[in-house]
């Protein structure tokens, strides 16, 4: 069974504080993305990924910053939180045949106070 | 504007009746076209690709209208386990690049 995991549901920074989300597929998918979900404004890229240690901008990359050293592992890295960054961040992966299936994991929300 | 657009909903159906919903995309350069499905608190899952000439999938029929950039989604006999949320999304770059619109919120009554 297709599986992507992120590694914390939930959490809670103080604004400033650097933040690491990291995700693990284990289909050995090339792609792997990064968005975030917000009520009204749907989901948006931040970052995506096609190959090991390549990394492009989405639509919103401002503030965030992406590391892909393995291919099963890609992570998203907030350098200074700010509250503007709570939100659902869902990390997802695709083959390079692109179906156009994403699979998603579970989502880490964060909250910066 | 955004580039996938949606009534957010909701929609309350009868349970048994038949619900339809369109999507609109902007970006005239999208190739592929998808509906995902999203149950609260969950993550997004694939519901059905959507093809030019219009595609079903048991209770679910999608079309495509290139000429006015919408898609649309028909679900058929509609059941409580399809209350959910459903993704309109429109893809350029051969697919990899995929444009999320804000959802369409669906829920199915007794």
């Known amino acids: 069974d297709v599986k992507v995991t992120q590694s914390s549901r939930y959490l809670v920074k103080r604004t400033g504080e650097k933040v690491f989300l990291e995700c693990v597929q284990d289909?050995?998918?090339?792609?792997m993305f990064w968005y975030r979900q917000d009520p009204g404004l749907g989901l948006r890229l931040i970052y995506f990924s096609y190959d090991v240690k390549m990394k492009e901008k989405g639509d919103i990359p401002e503030g965030y910053s992406v590391s892909r050293e393995k291919k099963e592992r890609f992570s998203l890295i907030l350098e200074s939180a700010s509250t503007n960054q709570t939100s659902m961040y869902l990390c997802a992966s695709s083959t390079s045949d692109s179906t156009g299936e994403l699979f998603f994991g579970e989502g880490s929300r964060l909250t910066v106070l | 504007r955004k580039e996938v657009e949606q009534d957010p909903g909701p929609f309350n159906v009868p349970e048994g009746a038949t619900v339809a919903f369109n999507c609109t995309y902007s970006?005239?350069?999208?190739?592929?076209f998808f509906w995902y499905r999203q149950d609260c608190r969950k993550e997004p899952k694939l519901l059905m690709s959507?093809?030019?000439s219009g595609n079903e999938d048991g209770r679910f029929t999608a079309q495509l209208n290139r000429a006015s950039q919408y898609i649309s989604l028909l679900i058929r006999d509609s059941k409580l386990s399809d209350s959910a949320t459903y993704l309109c999304?429109?893809?350029?770059?051969?697919?990899?690049?995929?444009?999320f619109g804000g959802g369409t919120r669906v829920l199915v009554k007794p």
């Open positions: 999304v429109a893809g350029r770059d051969a697919g990899n690049k995929l444009t």
């Open positions: 970006n005239s350069a999208s190739q592929s």
């Open positions: 959507v093809y030019s």
């Open positions: 289909m050995d998918h090339e792609n």
